[in-house]
């Protein structure tokens, strides 16, 4: 069974920073790609960004590309999500999610099998 674990929210300023971690527990990600969603109050879940496990490929929606970057490591079998210049529209509950089987650029909710338990995020004006 695989878990996926999210931390590193809290609050921040506008034009702060904070560093994601999104921690896989009961697999390895080698099959994975990875990616973190958010959810605002009212909203739906939408895409932040993904990384291919294997190459390392990233992609970004536009309100996160400049400012946000994913970055892995094999070792730990972790994903961070590395937000800079925060802004008080990026709060919101960040999930990681998981895929198991490979696709060119999975962007939607139903594209992913595991979801990790959320980490807040709060941008203050």
């Known amino acids: 069974q695989v878990q996926l674990v999210e931390s590193g929210g809290g609050l921040v300023q506008a034009g702060g920073s904070l560093r994601l971690t999104c921690q896989s527990s009961g697999a390895t990600f080698s099959t994975y790609t990875v990616a973190w969603f958010r959810q605002a109050p009212g909203k739906e879940r939408e895409f932040v960004a993904r990384?291919?496990?294997?190459?390392?490929?990233?992609f970004y929606a536009d309100s996160a590309e400049g400012r946000f970057t994913l970055t892995r490591d094999n070792d730990k079998n972790t994903v961070y999500l590395q937000m800079v210049s925060l802004k008080p529209e990026d709060t919101a509950i960040y999930y990681c999610a998981g895929k198991i089987h490979y696709d060119r650029n999975p962007v939607l909710v139903r594209e992913y099998d595991y979801w990790g338990q959320g980490t807040q995020v709060t941008v203050s004006s």
């Open positions: 990384i291919h496990w294997i190459g390392g490929s990233t």
